[in-house]
């Protein structure tokens, strides 16, 4: 991916002149003719380097290099000053801009700036990097993650582990439900008994039953022996009953007996027996939903969620991007041969990707991109989902018709379409929505102002 730069001046030459210079060094280069403009261009996209004029009409450089730092700190700036205005170039400084360039200047000094504030930024990137591995025992029994969702949910592991109550763990696929799960068994007092996990939905119905509370010989045609379920299996420990809402409600009714009542039969069996399980369970359905719908017993659904536990997808806490990306390079056989594990356009990148797949697909990717590189992970061996326009219905052709065209407003009737369709699609949920359509909320909310399809909520 190009180095990406914005350049804002009010001066048409100023701004041709720059961009010329950049493109031929290879970056990728918007400008705006003010800070108004400007400001909805870093509010859109993440720039590597802005560099903007000081003086101009209508709001200064100095006031969108103050919104710079708050939006997009990371971003380098660099700002042109007068060249007799030596206190606009230290109250800039102050700022955090990066260096200040009075005009007039020589091309080649202006040339090394800019390569030096980028270097300069690629090494931050690095020592953040670096800190952050220092710090990789932010994690709770194989669950990494130093967010503060995620410093939460450990907490609230750690509380429900010593109790003996059922927990539902919720959150979409690829999110941790049954490192969750396994985390709880470990720190509670039942982490010497066994651990036993089952997918519900990967039953077939018929044999559910036995699979949990086992049968005895000649109960049904291929019952050969007698034969113990999970339930035994699990005996003194945990047990998970993933993708709970798969089970079908006849044996709904029967788990909701054997949890009432702590013991069960084996099918075909008279001997009850005790059950001494804690039990959790797991899915990415919207169990109220179905208890409304009638797929869900609502008395199952109240006696299995007494602690309830949301996993958070991996794009409400991209913090913690780096930091699973250090544990996969790691564990999935990355061999790096310096400090650096991966290149700063490649981490931005991976922070940009919404992740639908949440911690899944993060390892996933990490994976195959080892496959290309073992060394380092850059942006070339990613694959195409981060790389190009996802999700684009547009085919290769173009055309242009031979009296020229208005390309703005069919753009902007475009994207207009898209945020309906991701409003319509998420029933409003404009949190989900801007997810969707893999952009920042705060970017979502600011497109919808803009069309005027802004109403009340999140
Ligand atoms: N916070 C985390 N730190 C490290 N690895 C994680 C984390 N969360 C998930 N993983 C890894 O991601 C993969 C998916 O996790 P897991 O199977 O627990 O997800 P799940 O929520 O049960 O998904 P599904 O709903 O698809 O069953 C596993 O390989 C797991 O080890
Ligand atoms: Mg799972």
Request: glycine share 6%; hydrophobic share 40%.
């Amino acid at each position: 991916m190009k180095t990406s730069v914005l350049i804002v001046d009010d001066e048409l030459s100023m701004r041709e002149f720059l961009t010329i210079l950049l493109e031929r060094e290879g970056y990728g280069v918007q400008s705006a003719a003010n800070v108004e403009l400007a400001l909805a261009k870093i509010r859109d996209a993440v720039f590597d380097l802005v560099i903007s004029d000081v003086n101009m009409p209508g709001l200064s450089g100095i006031e969108l290099l103050r919104e710079i730092k708050q939006v997009a700190p990371e971003t380098v700036v660099l700002m042109i000053t007068a060249f007799s205005a030596a206190e606009q170039a230290v109250e800039a400084m102050k700022l955090g801009a990066y260096d200040y360039i009075p005009k007039p200047f020589k091309i080649d000094e202006v040339k090394l700036l800019i390569k030096q504030a980028l270097e300069k930024r690629d090494l931050k990137w690095e020592n953040r990097l670096l800190k952050q591995q220092v710090q990789s025992h932010d994690s709770f029994c194989g669950i990494i993650g130093q967010s503060p969702k995620m410093r939460e949910l450990f907490s609230l592991l750690q509380k429900v582990a010593s109790s003996n109550s059922s927990v539902l763990i919720l959150g979409e696929s690829g999110t941790g439900k049954e490192l969750a799960a396994r985390a709880i068994h470990e720190k509670s007092q039942r982490r010497s008994k066994p651990f036993v996990a089952v997918n519900c939905g990967a039953i077939p119905e018929t044999l559910i039953e036995s699979e949990l509370f086992g049968h005895k010989k000649g109960a049904f045609t291929g019952a050969v022996s007698d034969r113990a379920g999970l339930f035994e299996q699990a005996e003194g420990g945990t047990l998970l009953l993933d993708e709970i809402g798969e089970l079908p409600l006849l044996l709904q009714t029967k788990l909701l007996r054997v949890l009432q009542e702590r013991e069960f039969r084996r099918v075909g069996d008279a001997v009850t027996r005790k059950a001494d399980i804690r039990l959790l369970t797991a899915t990415n359905r919207d169990l109220q939903d179905q208890v409304k719908n009638g797929s869900f017993r609502e008395d199952l659904y109240y006696r299995i969620n007494v602690v309830q536990i949301t996993m958070p997808p991996l794009r409400e806490r991209v913090e913690d991007i780096p930091l699973l990306v250090e544990h996969f390079f790691k564990t999935l056989g990355g061999t790096a041969t310096s400090s650096t594990f991966i290149t700063p356009a490649a981490l931005k990148l991976l922070m940009n990707y919404p992740f639908p797949g949440n911690i899944r697909e993060l390892e996933n990717i990490i994976e195959r991109s080892l496959i290309l590189d073992q060394t380092l992970l850059s942006e070339h061996s990613l694959p195409p989902q981060l790389t190009i326009g996802r999700g684009c219905c547009l085919g290769d052709e173009v055309d242009i018709p031979e009296e020229g065209m208005s390309l703005e407003p069919l753009l902007e009737n475009l994207e207009k379409k898209y945020l309906q369709k991701a409003l319509e699609k998420t029933g409003g949920a404009k949190k989900k929505a801007a997810a969707l359509l893999g952009m920042t909320f705060r970017s979502f909310r600011y497109r919808l102002a803009k069309f005027g399809l802004d109403c009340e909520g999140e």
